[in-house]
């Protein structure tokens, strides 16, 4: 089984932590094809940065559905492009923030998620609105760490989230904790000993939900808005997206 | 005051009858500066049209900005990009969709939607939850028409979407109609007297929005999800757009 | 263009002041006529003190309709009477707390409203819920300030007010601030730039969304709940109140 | 015990039949004193009739307290100047809407209501979401029977519910029928037996819930919403409800 | 009238408790029979414990519909079985945990629950948003007081109640106070006194409930969920409770 | 890996069939075992079966967790004792309704549950808003199909249930449909080429959850609802289950 999992930023250097974090789960024939975009933001930090991801995300997409993969994993936390990655995919497409929450779902009846900054807060909590889980995410919290700060090993960028999923298991009476951040995936071990209640992250989780899906045969939906683009023109820098039919 | 209306999609046709609806509704002082992208979908049916329709909306947004407007009206039923460009602009951002449902939760009790495509109905209903307005829409429908039929005087277009609308009113006692489409605007006044009820086109409803934020002074909040982009590199094709401080 | 104001509790004092706060943003051609009703109480602080309200209210709305305005606005932060209102008119009828937050909710991903007495945040709950603002609106807050104390130049209400906005920015994230009385709208500016977000007062907010609404030709629904009132006899002191055919 | 039941509109046959419905069910101990305003509409079909029987109304709790009896009930399924009347009375308050959907949830998984006319079911539904029924509450059905219509031995009414309901047992898959009206307590035995579930109405449910709190002891909350009315002047035609210290 | 009182666990002193407590406010004809099963756990702390109370108490409510009762009532805050024990009988059957919240949203616009121990929480939050008490349920707490220290009158329990009361007031401005565990009865005029609000048990609750309902005729419907038990085989331990036709 | 799938009704040949379908998508290295309590009914069609499959079904789970296995199944559409479950296990527990719900929302907008008997739709109906699904599920249907008619290959329940099906895509517009019952796991690639979308079965989907969170080393949080049950005396048939510590 082949997955492509896309960091839709163009930091290549978070996309091979994100590329390891997904080998280390992935089942033994699974092959994790790794990339990012060559055209876009190097880090994803509000609704705006997410506009510039998407394009060159769905063409990771496009060569990924070209050489046949079976699944599609998009690693940033804001589920950036999921839909119209579904329209554009016959394997099935996992988000990590969608992963990471059904996955807590099913191992504790609440959550909070801590992600970096506090700009990001809104879009997560739309998202947690829209997967239906607002009764069971108590609070979207922010750290207020840079998404790149998490590369730089100088940084007190771990002992800040640690702050911050300490509140989170006293305030929020939290039962599991969602990292919201494609650049966590190695800290969750450490943190789930530490607190002593699950720590999830969403790359790891979404390995193995499309192992999952891919190995069931499913596929999305065609049927309604993730139909199949209708072929159409598309003007300038975009004609080479134009939808075919 | 000078309010930018962008179509989102490239058809220049689409953006004159846009322009037009607007204008026919504008206040004296008003100027409708109504624009569409060089690049992207020439029609917006789907989650994946909308991708490619967002950076040149952006770039139009940019401009106008640049160029003072008092306000900016994304006239996409989508409300495609509306996130991303409040991050972009200090100036006021309107969607038609939400300003079709605010206005229409002022006039009635209960609304339902008519828009084009069944295809755009599962966008339209995340938009319809996220705007808070589930209790009062009674149900997205599609009249199966496509967007530039709308456009084809020969087409039997306007004969479908008053059916729908027909059952709107029988089966789902809606007490308005909204018309989910940018390009339905001048079909309002006939079917509010022929179905006795109001009949809401967004444009316009959205002119009226952004003229009254305007002249009370109020910008898009920057504390939180709206916040100037944070400055960095974009890489490729979308290095023009990287965030400046 | 004429708009109909009606401050639905007794006190004069309070009538001039939001005359001028919807005369300060109305349009050029627009004509604000500011009233009160002769019979009820002089401010209204909870559920009791609306009930008596209202009937002169309804009284103001009739003259008004008679006289051909193009819209009523309900100028009681509890939006007494609202529903009962569009049943009686033709124009459209937009209450303060409903503007506010329809306003609010186009400037900002969230927003707190802070009101004068907790009696009253009950009430705001409700409404907040009923206009599907409940995601939006994080919490409604009392400053304890009393209605009349804000016409009083010598009471510390404005130390208060700020003081309760300081802990919605702090505590509940809000991107917004709304001001929840009808006697607040000359402050939203100078708090406005004191807190760096948008704060919001219903007067004005109405004055602009009524204009809009005349302007497109768009009046009450009489489909539904909000059909004219059945003819029928009215016992007693409410005789001259009952519906002709 | 002495419980008031206050009929807010101002058809004394009506308050008898509600009278004697309530009498029919009350506890060996419980006298029923039924009444109706002086002043008001002849019957409560939409919201504007709403508001001219609640000071009516008010004026009736104020007697019943100053009477010293244990609990009120409001029997007009708008539950109508409920909140009002709860911060006017030391004794609870029971509107028969609300003790119609308490009673049908603890017999029934789910139920639908049937009440008279189109116009009163955006109210209903109003109240079915405000008391957190919607999930319980199928559909708000109207069989378009005028309310003193039900009075009539002539009309069809009665046919007209049953078809109603029966439509309710079907499309709706209802497990229980609550009859959405203040003058069908009589109907209930016939049409359980003949549709084989609960039907329920809401004055005799308000009977035994007013028995059950006067009972127990229980009032209504001061700590809120439902505090004393603050003394203050009431204007003109209301000065005599103006609420003292 | 005969009223059926299971205790769903085994300990029989605070069977005596409860019953005593729902005899205080049984009106002059009402008979309670308080009675346990005789298998089981000695206490219901979380969900472990609720599943082994469960055929026992249906064992009781069996014996009781054998014996005629007119009702009954399942005094455990949990309401364990209590969807099962409507299956199972043809007299209405009310939870202590629903009792109090419909007998709270009658008094107070909102409420705190305090129970026991934090471990019972997510199920008390559960059964608040099955019962459609999410709005006015402002938050479920946990005074840490283990269920049987409730019966040990050297314990501080008590006190310990008494201070996450007063931090439900203070913090959650809740209108009401419901107690959230079967032994806690005898407190309820002490605490209301002290606070100043309602205090609110289920057991107390439920009986007057249950007396209403029986008194007016209603049952549980038979239609749907509550369909009685499709006869079958039950292998094992448990085919003495094979349903038979 | 070893994965416990716990049928919980006592008919061996389902228990076989469920165990068949969840070896058809084992992973290589996963062994299934599959199990049924001796104790407790052939089938379960409603809430009463249900309380008598739970005391067997956590026995299952017990020995599971005694033998270490690596996750454990519950293979009721039902649900049945997850949370339950959950506090006795440390390996992760999945339901197969969840397992179907949130599997379905990774590859569909929307979805319809199709299941057997009308009496098991509100329980289904409670589980779809539990789990935070109700935006996403259209409609919980009933094909009226008997549990173990699926097992007799003359019953037209196939006829039946696909019938039920084409409803489900053209009355509720589903995106996909999910088979709400364990014995229907072989259906679901002939009806998803049949329909022409994806036909979900919990079973499998579940087998694929659980290898995923095995593989994650998440177990179920001891935090709050799932901490391990306190130590204490069952009474009579139950003792053997008393918690130790």
């Known amino acids: 089984m082949r997955i492509l999992v896309v960091n839709p930023n163009t930091t290549a250097s978070m996309t091979e932590k994100i590329g390891a974090a997904a080998r280390s789960v992935a089942a033994p024939g699974t092959e994790i094809i790794a990339v990012n975009p060559a055209h876009g933001p190097e880090s994803i930090e509000g609704y705006y940065d997410e506009v510039f991801s998407v394009p060159g995300l769905l063409e990771e997409i496009a ?23 579904r329209t554009a995919a016959t394997a099935p497409v996992v988000g990590i923030c969608e992963a990471a929450l059904h996955t807590a779902a099913l191992v504790a009846g609440s959550f ?5 900054l506090a ?9 947690v609105q829209k997967y239906g889980m607002a009764r069971q995410c108590r609070r979207v919290r922010a750290s207020e760490v840079p998404v790149l700060a998490l590369e730089d090993p100088d940084s007190d960028a771990r002992a800040e989230i ?10 929020d009476r939290a039962e599991a904790i969602v990292l919201g951040c494609a650049g966590m995936a190695d800290l969750t071990r450490d943190l789930s000993a530490e607190f002593g209640l699950p720590v ?27 139909a199949a683009p209708l072929p159409k023109t598309y003007a300038g820098d975009f004609a080479r997206f134009s939808p075919k039919t």
Chains 1, 2, 3, 4, 5, 6 share one sequence.
Do not use: N, Q
């Open 200 to 226: 999830i992250d969403g790359v790891v989780a979404a390995v193995k939900l499309v192992e999952g899906l891919a190995a069931l045969g499913l596929k999305t939906s065609k049927v309604g808005g993730y």
């Open 63 to 85: 060569k990924g559905e070209a050489g046949g993969v079976d699944g599609h994993i998009l690693a940033c936390f804001d589920d950036t492009g999921l839909d119209a990655a």
């Open 112 to 116: 909070s998620i801590v992600t970096t």
């Open 119 to 127: 700009r990001s807060v809104p879009a997560l909590e739309s998202l």
């Open 162 to 171: 640690r702050a911050e999923i300490a509140r989170a298991v006293e305030e």
